[in-house]
């Protein structure tokens, strides 16, 4: 991943945060319906109603770092595959 893709896909990930904040606002204040908020905002209905899972991955974590310094001329490319 290059350093102009993380910059897009943090930009995109605002957007879509604005998006959301858009429609509950529409919804709240003008009392519209979710469906015609979000067509006014152009969002998807899986991106407004998307919640994010926690995900606890200390110990995968862990391993690939033990893994990274075992075997240092692989690098984390090769232990991501």
């Known amino acids: 991943m290059t350093v102009s893709h ?24 003008l009392g519209l319906s979710e469906r ?12 407004q109603q998307y919640r994010p899972v926690d995900s606890n991955d200390d110990a995968v974590l862990e391993r690939m770092r033990v893994l990274a310094s075992e075997n240092r001329r692989h690098g984390y490319l090769r232990l991501l595959l």
């Not at 015609?36 to 991106?47: E, F, K, N, T, Y």
């Open 36 to 47: 015609q908020s979000r067509r006014i905002v152009g969002l998807a209905r899986s991106v």
């Open 6 to 29: 993380m910059a897009r896909h943090r930009s995109e990930r605002r957007w879509r945060t604005a998006k959301r904040k858009a429609v509950g606002f529409l919804m709240g204040e």
